[in-house]
């Protein structure tokens, strides 16, 4: 089935050079859209099914996607699954309006158009072979693959700028992934040292640490370069230097799963491995968990501090969504039971996150520009757009009853608990993020340099489809917050976070 | 105590010293040409490495070498040189330091990547010391030519001296890997040398140089 999934996908990549119209290769690139998240859904839904007790998979996962298998689907791969159909969809019914205008004004070519309706679709298919990968090598091609991709979705403009920033993009990376893959070969070679066959299946990995037979000392140093090399494609603070380039200079729509859903994805990656090493170490994550911790507290405090001088609002929100990977390495870092809060976060900061960085594509398709300076007034020049821009950049500052806000609360008050000088660096870094974010886009959005009788003379904004994902988007971060308060909800998010446990949980 | 080396020991060292040789000269070249052919030199000890690993009874590092060969040896030096040439790069490359104290950063890389390759070596029990000191010391070039190296082609050379040394790592550790990992891993670096040498291209005409100095558009 999963390949069935990756072949739906490649062949919307295929069809964007067949010899049709511009507005059919867009209306395609939508059809290879729904019909691949349908199937991701299709294929996720078990896993969920599980939880609430009422299916085969309540035992785990079996079959084509059980132990021994090429794939594994757990409720948390189901989880990412779920994510990716959601964000992916949104995206591309996004991208139809949005390239539809940019073509129109000339800004991008036919070629363009097929360029990025092919590349796309093979950025997706990929992140569903990363979260589904039982194999370490596949894992890591689809990883590596996430990256080739999206490189020519970087240089799409083909400005200096955007040639500069897809060049650190795939070098940086790329490096970063190969410094990872030596991470997965000394993996591998720990877990199979012992006279063990090791396979290079993640579960047989599990078991065999599990049953004592993976040399510690060796998968140490594995996890260091797996967390350098892995942690590099997340962005984690030093390794950071690619992301606010690549996240701004790609066309909106692929901001937003750049940075609402490949992040997470690759998290979850670098997580499967770290249940490998903590297993094999027996101490509930103590020994990994102090990277998480250490690179998360300075992946929340440094972007807190550059987004006050920042003067392009998507790179802002780039550093914002480093500071969230920040804020999952963090909860991550507090223990066994951090994860549950991390896993929470996901979704919450996927769908306000991507709704962010649709909404500024809105800002740029009107102010031709992604600096700041130039963008005045947009709450009357654009006030449909501001307004749900507003309420989800709320939302995503933790503002009640939000997702985000539910996480990041049980997260502070585990961090409270266990560290309370990281706790209140984090504490404060948000508060500055929150200051910053806030003030950046009062400026812009209240600004009163444009004329109340100029801005009379402007067409009225129109609703759109742009707006209709953003509130759906947000009604859903927000009934996402309130069901994680009610009994099922935890329990679901728990049964989650289990999927990553190493013995604690 | 005199150690004696078996014929097929003594093969693998020499191919292995050939190989780190040509990654050393390489780093301190600063003519474009004759850093590719360095690479494909390198690449080509790899090949042989592959083969002499293969003599001790995994046949299907047989194909590793194969693939090497197709890829590395021949392809992507080919994809690289003709980038090269399309955007007409400049034969002479650029650097942070001049020829002589490049090869010394390199020896100094040399031999932290020696100490490191010996501080891992105990845990990786039945490796080679030799093949893990090799590629150490072939990541640590790679990855000290990407940083003292200011022009694009040299920092893409550095990255896959860097990946030859994991290629390195990857048979001397595990032996063969499953042919389709192999495979998806070897389309990767490749699609990756396009991409590297496309976006060069597009650099080179857009800046005009082929100093990454030069890139300075993104900064907060």
């Known amino acids: ?505 | 105590m005199i150690t004696t080396f078996t014929s097929s020991e003594v093969t693998t060292i020499a191919l292995a010293v050939s190989f780190l040789l040509c990654a050393f000269l390489g780093s301190g070249k600063f003519r474009l040409g004759q850093i590719i052919r360095y690479y494909a030199l390198q690449s080509l000890f790899l090949a042989g490495l592959l083969v002499s690993m293969a003599a001790y009874g995994d046949e299907h590092l047989y194909l590793s070498a194969l693939g090497v060969i197709i890829f590395k040896v021949i392809l992507i030096p080919a994809i690289i040189s003709t980038s090269a040439k399309r955007s007409s790069a400049s034969g002479r490359l650029t650097s942070f330091v001049r020829p002589a104290p490049s090869y010394f950063v390199s020896g100094i890389t040399l031999l932290l990547a020696v100490l490191a390759g010996m501080s891992i070596a105990p845990a990786l029990e039945e490796t080679d010391l030799i093949l893990t000191v090799t590629a150490f010391a072939a990541m640590f070039l790679g990855g000290a030519m990407m940083a003292v190296r200011r022009d694009l082609y040299s920092q893409i050379i550095g990255f896959f001296t860097l990946e030859n040394g994991i290629a390195i790592l990857a048979a001397a550790t595990l032996g063969a890997i499953p042919l389709l990992a192999e495979v998806g891993i070897f389309f990767t670096i490749t699609i990756g040398a396009l991409l590297m040498s496309v976006l060069s291209r597009r650099l080179k005409e857009l800046y005009a140089v082929e100093d990454t100095g030069e890139l300075r558009e993104l900064v907060d």
């Not at chain 1, 990995?205 to 892995?230: C, P, S, Y």
């Not at chain 1, 094999?280 to 001088?309: E, N, R, Y």
């Not at chain 1, 900061?349 to 007034?377: Q, R």
Request: some cysteine.
């Open chain 1, 1 to 505: 089935m999963p390949l069935i999934l990756v072949l739906i996908l490649a062949m919307g990549a295929v069809t964007a050079y067949l010899p049709l119209p511009e507005r059919r290769i867009r209306d395609l690139g939508v059809v290879a859209a729904a019909v691949s998240s349908a199937l991701a859904v299709y294929i996720a839904w078990p896993a969920f099914e599980a939880v609430l007790g009422t299916d085969s998979f309540i035992n785990g996962p079996t079959g084509i996607f059980g132990p021994g298998a090429l794939w594994y689907l757990d409720s948390l791969a189901a989880m990412m699954m779920l994510l990716i159909a959601t964000i992916s969809l949104s995206s591309a019914i996004i991208s139809h309006r949005y390239l539809a205008h940019e073509f129109r004004e000339k800004i991008v070519s036919l070629t363009d158009i097929r360029h990025y309706y092919s590349m796309v679709p093979l950025f997706v298919a990929s992140m569903y072979v990363a979260v589904l990968s039982n194999n370490v090598g596949l894992l890591w091609v689809a990883i590596e693959a996430t990256t080739l991709s999206t490189t020519l979705l970087v240089a799409f403009y083909r400005k200096r700028s955007a040639i500069e920033a897809a060049w650190k993009y795939v070098l940086l990376c790329s490096l970063g992934i190969s410094l990872g893959l030596v991470g997965v070969l000394l993996t591998t070679y720990a877990a199979g040292q012992n006279g063990v066959n090791s396979s290079l299946l993640l579960s047989t990995f599990r078991d065999i640490a599990t049953a004592g037979g993976v040399n510690t000392e060796l998968m140490k140093w594995a996890f260091v370069f797996l967390f350098i090399g892995i942690g590099t494609k997340i962005g984690f603070v030093p390794m950071h230097a690619w992301l606010p380039d690549a996240h701004s200079k790609t066309p909106s729509p692929v901001s937003a799963l750049l940075s609402g859903i490949l992040l997470n994805v690759v998290l979850v990656s670098l997580l499967r491995f770290r249940q490998v090493a903590d297993i094999a170490l027996m101490d509930d994550g103590a020994w990994t968990g102090k990277f998480f911790l250490v690179f998360g507290c300075l992946s929340i405090a440094i972007p807190a501090l550059i987004m006050v001088i920042q003067k392009n609002y998507k790179r802002l929100l780039a550093y914002s969504s480093i500071e969230h990977m920040g804020l999952m390495a963090f909860a991550i870092g507090l223990g066994p039971a951090g994860i549950i809060p991390a896993v929470m976060h996901m979704p919450g900061h996927a769908l306000l996150k991507s709704s962010l960085f649709v909404g500024a594509g809105e800002i740029f398709l009107m102010y031709k520009t992604t600096d700041s300076a130039p963008v005045i007034d947009v709450w009357k020049r654009l006030p449909k757009t501001a307004l749900l821009f507003l309420l989800t950049l709320l939302m995503l500052l933790a503002v009640p009853p939000s997702a985000v806000f539910v996480s990041e609360m049980i997260m502070i008050g585990f961090g409270l608990r266990d560290y309370l000088l990281p706790t209140l660096l984090v504490v404060v870094s948000l508060t500055v993020a929150f200051v910053a974010m806030t003030r950046h886009i009062y400026a812009m959005f209240f600004n009163p340099a444009l004329t109340t009788a100029s801005a009379g003379h402007m067409p009225a904004e129109k609703w759109n489809v742009t707006h209709v994902i953003m509130i759906i988007q947000l009604i859903a971060a927000v009934a996402l917050g309130i069901f994680y308060l009610t009994p099922k909800g935890l329990e679901l998010m728990v049964s989650i976070a289990q999927s990553l446990n190493s013995g604690l949980l």
